[in-house]
């Protein structure tokens, strides 16, 4: 059973780069079949999706995130990471590390707890 | 951006009722609809995929159907721990994008 969790800051000062870490339990982010992405949750609201990553190195961000956000994957560490630039308030919200299945709806099928990051200094 | 509009907001319903949860696109979506379920605190959790396929593990009283722009969720008799918030997502087209979310809550 795929197991994601997410780690990094909980705290991030405006103007810098929120980085977080999504680790891969159970499966592997070198194989086909599967994107793997991030997703966050501001306060008492909604979903957003951020954007993913595929095994070739293709990448699919949310295009009004896309000139601030980078996801990456290590596959010698079984590992995803989102970088967002140049954070504001806006940016405070729970993120979530996630599975998408390739074809069809690509739902996501697997998430991670979550790791809740404030942008504040 | 698809806009994904969810109805009702807020509802309230008792163990055993027939609670249906809409969603509709502000264009066509064919069936690229999921739906998922979040509990406080909690991740999400795939419950519907394809607008009416039930996710492995999801019980059946879990059902979802519609096409184009409308959706459907519905729970056949509610349980206890049906009491959540319950969202809709289209991958239609890039941004994927979700609904505002659905809180069910106990009357």
């Known amino acids: 059973q795929v197991q994601l969790q997410e780690s990094g800051p909980g705290l991030v000062k405006p103007s810098e780069t929120l980085a977080l870490t999504c680790t891969v339990s159970?499966?592997?982010?070198?194989?086909?079949?599967?994107?793997w992405g991030w997703v966050r949750q501001h306060p008492e609201k909604g979903l957003e999706w951020i954007g993913y990553?595929?095994?070739?190195?293709?990448?699919f961000y949310n295009p009004s995130l896309k000139s601030r956000v980078s996801i990456s994957g290590d596959k010698s560490k079984n590992q995803v990471s989102l970088r967002l630039r140049s954070v504001t308030a806006a940016d405070t919200a729970v993120y979530y590390c996630?599975?998408?299945?390739?074809?069809?709806?690509?739902?996501?099928?697997?998430w991670g707890q979550g790791t809740r990051v404030t942008v504040s200094s | 951006d698809i806009q994904m509009t969810q109805s009702p907001s807020s509802l309230w319903a008792s163990v055993g009722d027939r609670v249906k949860i809409t969603c509709r696109a502000s264009?066509?979506?064919?069936?690229?609809l999921n739906w998922y379920q979040q509990k406080p605190g909690k991740s999400p959790r795939l419950l519907i995929f394809e607008a009416s396929n039930l996710q492995s593990g999801v019980p059946s009283r879990f059902s979802g159907s519609g096409s184009g722009t409308d959706f459907t969720l519905t729970i056949s008799s509610l349980q206890p721990e049906d009491f959540a918030s319950y969202f809709c997502q289209q991958t239609y087209s890039s941004p994927s994008t979700f609904g505002q979310g659905s809180k069910l809550q106990i009357k």
């Open positions: 996630a599975r998408a299945s390739v074809g069809g709806a690509s739902p996501f099928d697997t």
């Open positions: 264009q066509t979506i064919t069936t690229y």
């Open positions: 159970g499966g592997s982010i070198s194989l086909g079949g599967y994107y």
């Open positions: 990553i595929y095994y070739t190195g293709e990448n």
